[in-house]
């Protein structure tokens, strides 16, 4: 009997080649597309040649086709760190609409189970604190991080559209702040940023006063609540993510101090519309998925500073 099919859209990025790599384990036949935006090939150099996987280099925001039957379509595709998606805000509402659309009217003609990858993002700035799945959030639409954070939002809108109108079955997954090997050293996100800096004996850029919170979340931690997610019957949106907050100058500390660097912080502007505070409540996941993470932070950054490790000092 032939495998079951699964398309990974960004299948080449950070959190599309772990996808991959937990689908074939699983025992599927995994197509990645990815146009190699911000993905990069040696993410999945490693499956390459693999006969249950196969790589498709296209822009999903573009017609989209797969042969034969598709059992699930994870969209993981588009630019997702917030220098990525002030350099190509175009591409970045792209793939969030057009992308997600071509991917649901795929998922409709193939009977395909469909998972988006949404975001805290929908909840902005966030009032509300730690974030629920029923709050509303608060998005400038029109800010720098409009393009993302309402590419998400519309994402979530057409899948739930797609949800009620067709009776597709969907998922919607809202995915926190997270961490580990194949992040791109030089996606302008926090962690790859004070990994560096303090791996090269720079300051640590700290934005704005550094008290702003974020709350990380460790890879594996994150495909695993997804993995459950797409399996289950739940198709209202769930937080998969880690509580533990922690400011960015105490990230920074934690990573000085894991490094063993001599770096200081240094501060710089807080960028426009940037979130105070964010922090997942994941109630619903440990409810409906009995998930809830397994690894802390500093277990996770184990393997990350590995990884980082390699790529800057070689
Ligand atoms: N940040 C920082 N220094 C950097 C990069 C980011 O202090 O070099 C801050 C940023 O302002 C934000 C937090 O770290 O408050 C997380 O930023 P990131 O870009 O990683 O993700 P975000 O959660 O904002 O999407």
Redesign the pocket.
Known sequence: MSKQKVLITGGAGFLGSHLCDRFIKEGFHVVAMDNLLTGDIANIEHLMGHPDFEFQHHDVSKYVHVSGDLKYILHFASPA???DYLKMPIQTMKVGSLGTLNCLGLAKDKGARMLIAST??VYGDPLVHPQKEDYWGNVNPVGPRGVYDEAKRFQEALTMAYHTFHGLETRIVRIF?TFGPRMRLDD????P??IS?ALRGED?????D?S?T?SFTYVDDLVEGIYRLLLSDYAQPVNIGNPQEIT?NE??EEIIRLTGSSSKISY?P??KD??KQ?KPDITLAKEVLNWEPKYTRAEGLEPTLEYFKKKVLG
């Open positions: 760190s917030p220098i805290s993002e702040n302008g996100r926090v962690l940023a004070f800096q640590l850029t700290a934005f704005g550094g702003q974020r960015i990230f920074a710089n807080l960028p940037d979130p964010r």
